[in-house]
């Protein structure tokens, strides 16, 4: 009998080696891996030919689990064949509901292990050189969620707002325009934003704009979800935003870093 194991991995943002060494050794132990929709599914290649692959991922845009499954079926496969791993896309910890299924089967008493990942918040913006902290630009960078539990908007988009942070917002393109009120509200209105969309992967794509003409821009690109939005003067490092704003005028940076 397998001792029951939960290892909780981050897969990564989506190119198939942006995961860490010891998430592959662990993928290779598994019994049964459990893995969702933002886990590159290639990863699945390094499990051993016997290792049970169960998606509990959306299927035509409707979760085919809810989280309590989740959190019970992992425990009772444990229980079941030994190694579970548990596979999600970026870092687990980050927006991704993984500390719920640690405490979830810590009440069983099942060891748990928890596997870093690259987290897409910092890798999406990364994969088109855009950093989200650099000297004389950025001092911090939030990462934010733009759905919340309730469906509103996250007063923590409003606290960023009024910061000079990097604002890096998850899961937030149906909230857009919202945050683009918000920062309009707040004198912001001329800041670069970036939306990249598939980061790392072969299908990525990005837009670089203003709070102001952002909206647009995605509308005309036709970007959608796993993207991530990001705000702030890094943007202005990107050689098309200068190209396109700086050069040509369009855009002027107020900041001292700016040379
Ligand atoms: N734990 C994950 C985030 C899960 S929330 C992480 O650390 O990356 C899901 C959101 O992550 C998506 O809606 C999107 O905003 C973002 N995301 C995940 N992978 C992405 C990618 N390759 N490119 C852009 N955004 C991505």
Not at 35 to 48: G, P, R
Not at 77 to 86: D, I, P, S, W
Not at 178 to 193: E, I, R, Y
Not at 230 to 243: A, D, R, T
């Amino acid at each position: 009998m397998n001792i029951p194991r939960i290892t909780l991995i981050g897969a990564g943002p989506g190119d198939v080696e942006l995961i860490t060494l010891k998430g592959i050794k662990a993928i290779k132990t598994a019994d049964v891996i459990l893995y969702d929709a933002l886990a590159n599914e290639e990863l699945l290649e390094y499990a051993k030919p016997t290792t049970q692959l169960v998606y509990v991922g959306k299927r035509l845009g409707k979760y085919v689990y809810t989280q309590e499954e989740i959190n019970y079926k992992v425990v009772q496969l444990a229980l079941q064949y030994g190694h579970v791993v548990r596979l999600k896309g970026g870092d687990p910890f980050v927006f991704g509901r993984g500390f719920e299924e640690i405490e979830y089967a810590r009440a069983f008493n099942i060891h748990c292990e928890v596997i870093s990942g690259v987290t897409s918040a910092i890798a999406a913006p990364a994969s088109v050189g855009i950093p989200v902290t650099t000297r004389g630009y950025a001092e911090s960078f939030w990462v934010i969620t733009g759905t919340t539990k309730t469906g509103s908007l996250s007063k923590d988009i409003e606290l960023a707002a009024q910061s000079s942070a990097t604002v890096v917002i998850l899961m937030g393109m149906s909230k857009l325009s919202q945050v683009c009120d918000l920062f309009s509200q707040h004198g912001k209105a001329n800041t670069p934003v970036a939306i990249v969309q598939n980061g790392t992967k072969e299908n990525a794509r990005y837009v670089l704009g203003t709070i102001d003409d952002i909206q647009y821009k995605s509308k005309v690109e036709e970007l959608s979800n796993p993207a991530v939005i990001v705000i702030g003067e890094v943007v202005s490092l990107h050689p098309e935003f200068v190209k396109e704003y700086v050069t040509s005028g369009k855009w002027t940076n107020q900041n001292e870093g700016w040379t």
